[in-house]
């Protein structure tokens, strides 16, 4: 016995982490020796063939090459594979405390224009009227006057403007707003309606393959922000949308869903500036204090994020 420890099937994660034992950066090094572990175990759990490996290579060629400026295949991948939610819910742990977070998504490419509260954001003036209001608050309920909300959505269709130029008015359905004195905001717009995410590459033939849809169900995106606040991004989901159970990034979490009612009132409606029937949504959102620690993870047993009919600690 020599004493050196050579690769073996048996010993093959420990062999490669021990590579890495050196490694300056305590992050780093913890990173690597776990992200090696998981590895090797999913390559003997499956026993991988070369032809496998082979396939999964060129996926991954493929879903670099897809990649540029404005197309993100790999953060594509991420989100259907759960990672992106993943990791945004770790980031933005609330315990309850505050408005759960979502995924960010590829289309918030461009600056929303800055629009006074009331303004109508649909500006073809195309789908079903629907009026947006709610308050943002810190955590024990204390107006946020002044905070930022970034909107977009997409129109009836399911399309963002960045996806129809010359089509939709640019800006078409996003708005920048600051709440007023009782941190308040409204403005006008249309039901949005749900969509499938970019599917035309790599991505799309993974779900092809695997019998998944590749669609979202109908959602506003919403930027949130306070100075001496946390920041929040996440999405308001429309209640009777189809695919809340499926949505194909994981994003919908039951705390994010509201009913979008129809109201019949000519006088409301007159008010609103919208025609009658219009539909209403009102989504409130808290935001944590900058200062506040994050709450940890929940421990075994608490009450856990509820990932649309799914306790995320079983997901
Ligand atoms: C979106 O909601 O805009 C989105 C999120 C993840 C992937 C694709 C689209
Ligand atoms: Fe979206």
Same mark, same amino acid.
């Given at each position: 016995m020599s004493g050196r420890e050579l690769f073996s099937e048996e010993r093959s994660a420990e062999v490669v982490a021990a590579s890495f034992a050196g490694t300056p950066d305590p992050r780093l090094k913890q990173v690597m020796n776990s992200l090696v572990q998981h590895l090797h175990a999913f390559v003997k759990d499956v026993e991988l063939t070369e032809e496998e490996w082979g396939s999964a290579i060129d996926f991954l060629t493929r879903t670099g090459h897809m990649s540029n400026e404005v197309r993100q295949e790999f953060i594509l991948l991420s989100d259907v594979l759960g990672v992106s939610? %993943? #990791?945004?819910?770790?980031?933005?742990r609330t315990g309850?405390?505050?408005t759960e977070s979502t995924v960010l998504g590829p289309f918030h490419?461009?600056?929303s224009p800055v629009r006074e509260l009331g303004a109508d954001i649909a500006l073809d003036g195309k789908g079903t009227?629907? %009026? #947006?209001s709610g308050q943002v608050t810190g955590p024990h309920g204390e107006p946020l006057a002044g905070a930022s909300v970034d909107v977009w959505q997409t129109n009836e269709d399911g399309f963002y403007d960045v996806q129809q130029p010359g089509i939709q008015p640019e800006g078409n359905l996003r708005g920048m707003f600051r709440t007023d004195e009782q941190g308040s905001f409204w403005f006008r717009?249309?039901?949005p309606r749900y969509y499938p995410i970019p599917d035309d590459g790599p991505v799309g033939q993974l779900l092809a393959a695997t019998g998944r849809?590749?669609?979202r169900p109908a959602h506003l995106h919403f930027i949130v922000a306070a100075p001496g606040y946390r920041p929040v991004t996440t999405h308001v989901?429309?209640?009777d949308s189809p695919y809340l159970d499926s949505d194909a990034v994981f994003g919908v979490k039951e705390s994010l869903v509201r009913p979008v009612p129809e109201v019949d009132d000519p006088a409301r409606a007159a008010e609103a500036g919208l025609p009658n029937p219009f539909r209403t949504l009102t989504f409130?959102?808290?935001?944590l204090r900058a200062d506040q620690a994050p709450p940890a993870a929940s421990p075994a047993g608490a009450q856990p994020t509820v990932v649309r009919g799914v306790a995320a600690e079983a997901v």
């Open positions: 939610m %993943l #990791v945004e819910t770790i980031n933005h309850g405390t505050s490419m461009v600056e009227p629907c %009026l #947006v717009s249309v039901v849809h590749p669609n989901f429309v209640a409130d959102l808290s935001l």
